[in-house]
């Protein structure tokens, strides 16, 4: 009984671990493959199985391009 108690928690705590290391990635690895791109996300291309490739919106002081 303690041993399958100790399974349970070890594997429901690493469950959202596991599908942010597993994320399939976009845009030279910039990006990530999602069903939608959140508020503050651009969408850049498509993926595979019908997903969006989303990269994270910077603001204009931050942008590499104009340093």
Known sequence: MRMSLFLFAV????APAR???LEEKCYKLKGRCMESCQINEELVGLCGKSLKCCVTL?????SKENA
């Open 11 to 14: 594997f429901f705590f690493l």
């Open 19 to 21: 599908s942010g290391f």
């Open 58 to 62: 910077q603001a204009c002081w931050k």
